[in-house]
């Protein structure tokens, strides 16, 4: 699953929630996925400081104790692109209550999209991520 937060402002943000509901719903019912697990790409390339203010520990706590014990399904891989400085904040915040096997499989790529193709096949990659799936989009 391929997210891209570009151009989403924060009270877009808080109503992602159904859509991301749905696709991860699809997600679940695949079989495949249930055996495989699952691998995000997470396009942080506008996300800045009014979307970290409304970050709390406690809703931290919240999201990592939810994804991490009670998520039916499996994250093989979390891969974060176009990380702002703003990201090393949230991180520290959020890290804490993160499993290390969680954190184990967090890659941060920066600018270097190239990278993904290390740990995705390409085939399975928009063009704009370095592969030769047709371009990603949010709608």
Do not use: C
């Amino acid at each position: 699953m391929v997210t891209d937060l570009n151009g989403i402002g924060w009270a877009h943000a808080k109503n992602m929630s159904p859509l991301y509901a749905k696709r991860v719903t699809s997600l679940l019912q695949d079989e495949e996925s249930q055996i495989n697990g699952i691998l995000m790409i997470m396009d942080l390339k506008r996300v800045g400081w009014k979307h970290v203010k409304n970050i709390s520990p406690l809703y931290s706590k919240r999201m990592m104790s939810l994804l991490q014990d009670a998520f039916p399904a499996r994250f093989k891989g979390l891969h974060y692109l176009n990380e702002p400085a703003v990201f090393d904040y949230i991180f520290a915040i959020v890290k804490q209550f993160m499993k290390e096997k969680t954190v184990s499989r967090l890659h941060f790529h920066g600018k270097n999209v190239q990278e993904l193709t290390e740990f995705i096949d390409p085939e399975y990659l928009p063009e704009e991520y370095g592969g030769k799936a047709p371009p990603f989009s949010n709608k």
